[in-house]
């Protein structure tokens, strides 16, 4: 997600921090490389033209502190400036209504369907409330499938009349949640190739029978600045209430999100992570702002660890690791842990300073967390508790049974008795820090 366009902004930033003051002339060659970074990332011309003079302008009319340095100030003006271009502050979904009602729109091939569902897998998540999936798009072959299948993944019931009039669908779904005390209610309209006014004419209907609490057109983010024409073509005959960018993490250069809120003036409230179903984040300009200049998302990364891990778990196994007392078995949870997280790639991102620390590169292969994984279960729950028993001809068997080589098993034993090493130096406050 924006990896091209913060690699461009955060080498021009760099250049700027060496400079002892902010000049014209200095100033003018940092907005020529920022500009080339945004147009190359498909953000609007519009809006790179405002961007850039409202940076300029505020660098040159800021009084620098003796205290502060001038590259510092600089790089503080742009990621305000950012922050403000994403949106200035994240706006919160409107959920009042009993039930609160979601209706999602957009055009077919923008990922609605898989959408409704990781969003109605994030509201019970975050919310610990109880969503009801409902199907309206009655006419896209297998649409009603779909999802189905997804309540089916995410445990998530789906209300569907079969290929009924979707008005009345959506206003019967409505006195269902409510007999069932559902707290959200998420409609799942038809798309069209393009927007037309048969397809706007439907949506309006579905509108104004239920009265949602929120209107979230759902956008492939890989459409570029065609995706401007589609919002103001949606928002145009329906008051939209927000936008969810699917696919930002895909091959994307990511200038629709920075171009949406100034020319719409509709806010981001998702996007789309990954292809899995908790795959959606909900959209913060500030921190946003923050992950594209390199200066991490600690805040995001600390609000996913507390969603996915075991608080118990985590302690316990803590505690062996104070105790020296950390063994395979220990090992095998941490693992499934880390897991629930998502891919480890995208959690590195958001430490500060990893571009810095050359950790953005890192690539994890989930297969080798597998191989892993596959060589502590076939071990015996004796041999995961005391790794110390485990000699050549149990090393060969745990191989065999893995399906990996006594290469692997050897390699797993060595950094697991490192890992230890490290944990009790760490415990016992001796471990000196490489800086």
């Not at 485990?390 to 060969?396: D, L, V």
Request: proline share 4%.
């Amino acid at each position: 997600m924006f990896e091209s366009l913060g690699d461009r902004l955060q080498n021009a930033l760099h250049k700027i921090k060496g400079y002892g003051k902010i000049t014209e002339d200095n100033i003018s060659d940092m907005m020529r490389e920022i500009r080339l970074a945004l147009l190359e990332a498909d953000v609007n011309y519009k809006v790179v033209k405002e961007f850039t003079n409202t940076v300029k302008e505020k660098a040159l009319g800021e009084e620098v502190a003796s205290s502060i340095n001038p590259g510092d100030l600089f790089v503080k003006i742009v990621k305000d400036e950012l922050t403000e271009l994403l949106g200035g502050e994240s706006e919160p979904l409107n959920m009042k209504g009993d039930p609160a009602t979601l209706m999602l729109v957009g055009l077919q091939g923008s990922g609605k369907t898989t959408t409704a569902g990781k969003l109605a897998n994030f509201l019970r998540k975050k919310h610990s409330k109880k969503p009801l999936l409902v199907a309206c798009d009655v006419y896209r072959p297998a649409a009603i499938d779909q999802l189905k299948q997804l309540g089916k993944q995410l445990g998530i019931e789906v209300y569907d009349e079969g290929k009924k009039d979707p008005v009345e669908i959506s206003k019967n779904a409505i006195t269902y949640a409510k007999e069932n005390k559902y707290d959200y209610v998420l409609i799942d309209t038809a798309g069209r190739l393009h927007v037309d006014d048969e397809l706007m004419d439907e949506l309006d209907r579905i509108r104004k029978e239920i009265n949602p609490d929120e209107i979230l057109l759902v956008i492939d983010s890989m459409m570029g600045q065609d995706a401007i024409n589609v919002i103001t073509g949606f928002h145009d005959k329906l008051p939209l209430t927000g936008v969810i960018l699917t696919k930002l993490d895909g091959d994307t250069r990511g200038g629709v999100a920075l171009s949406v809120r100034h020319l719409t003036h509709v806010p981001i409230k998702f996007v789309g992570v990954s292809e899995k179903l908790d795959g959606l984040d909900s959209f913060d300009p500030e921190r946003m702002a923050g992950r594209i200049l390199g200066m991490g998302d600690i805040i995001s990364l600390v609000e996913k660890a507390t969603e996915s891990i075991d608080e118990a778990e985590a302690e316990k196994t803590a505690k062996r690791m104070q105790q020296g007392k950390y063994d395979l078995e220990d090992f095998l949870s941490t693992m499934k842990q880390i897991k629930k997280l998502g891919p480890l790639e995208n959690l590195i991102k958001m430490i500060p300073g990893a571009k810095k620390m050359g950790l953005t590169d890192v690539k994890i292969d989930p297969k080798q967390m597998s191989h892993i994984e596959a060589i502590v279960l076939s071990m015996t729950p004796k041999e995961r508790r005391n790794p110390d028993i485990i000699k050549a001809s149990r090393k060969t068997r745990i191989a065999a049974g893995s399906g990996t080589s006594v290469q692997e098993v050897n390699k797993l034993l060595q950094q697991f008795e490192q890992m230890k090493k490290t944990m009790k130096q760490l415990s016992n406050g001796n471990l000196k820090m490489p800086f």
